[in-house]
T-cell receptor, first 115, second 117 residues
Framework: GENVEQHPSTLSVQEGDSAVIKCTYS??????FPWYKQELGKRPQLIID?????GEKKDQRIAVTLNKTAKHFSLHITETQPEDSAVYFC??????????????FGTGTRLTIIP | EPEVTQTPSHQVTQMGQEVILRCVPI?????FYWYRQILGQKVEFLVS????????KSEIFDDQFSVERPDGSNFTLKIRSTKLEDSAMYFC???????????????FGPGTRLTVL
């Protein structure tokens, strides 16, 4: 089955600096890679996702890059703000037309923005 | 904006007791999931459900677990005889429709924290 590794486990950056979180996956059939943000005691919420036919996707301060050959994908947050402090999870799944795909999550990165 | 809801928010039970965790997915969604998250660890897939049947389950989802969609709106997870290691946050999620047309996002509920004593 799929295995997703995520690094680093904790990350502290100064407000305004950039943060990068990296994930690798094992199953070459995986073709959908979402990133979820989870604030303390709250539900995971999707912040950005990418499908395998795209190498990069950007949404304001957040971007995700995907290298299918190397089986890794990364989350980039620019101009970080205190409200970006949370745990971030990457995930992978293989979607199909009968798509009942499960998400396999990484171990999470606790991001702390230092004011 | 519609959200997935879950009840109760916190359930405390004695080891060996049965618990039922309840979820109301977003109304026009077709695919339903249960995940769990042991404190401080990653989110783990338990089971997926479509068209009134289980489509996939993980190794965690053994004979002690069952799911049901009893009335077209609720989606329940039952643990027949709880163990200490079942203590975790249980998240329900739902997804709209066919993934290839872009409906990929799984929307998560707020979770039920299960504590087994």
């Amino acid at each position: 089955g799929e295995n997703v590794e995520q690094h680093p486990s904790t990350l502290s950056v100064q407000e305004g600096d950039s943060a990068v979180i990296k994930c690798t996956y094992s199953d070459s059939a995986s073709n959908y890679f979402p990133w979820y943000k989870q604030e303390l005691g709250k539900r995971p919420q999707l912040i950005i996702d990418i499908r395998s036919n795209v190498g990069e996707k950007k949404d304001q301060r957040i971007a995700v890059t995907l290298n299918k050959t190397a089986k890794h994908f990364s989350l980039h947050i620019t101009e970080t703000q205190p409200e970006d402090s949370a745990v971030y999870f990457c995930a992978a799944s293989s979607i199909s037309n009968f798509g009942n795909e499960k998400l396999t999550f990484g171990t999470g990165t606790r991001l702390t923005i230092i004011p | 904006e519609p959200e997935v809801t879950q009840t109760p928010s916190h359930q405390v039970t004695q080891m060996g007791q049965e618990v039922i965790l309840r979820c109301v997915p977003i109304s026009n969604h077709l695919y339903f999931y249960w995940y769990r998250q042991i404190l401080g660890q990653k989110v783990e897939f338990l089971v997926s459900f479509y068209n009134n049947e289980i489509s996939e389950k993980s190794e965690i989802f053994d004979d002690q677990f069952s799911v049901e969609r009893p009335d077209g709106s609720n989606f329940t997870l039952k643990i027949r005889s709880t163990k200490l290691e079942d203590s975790a946050m249980y998240f329900c999620a739902s997804r709209p429709g066919l993934a290839l047309v872009g409906n990929n996002e799984q929307f998560f509920g707020p979770g039920t924290r299960l504590t087994v004593l």
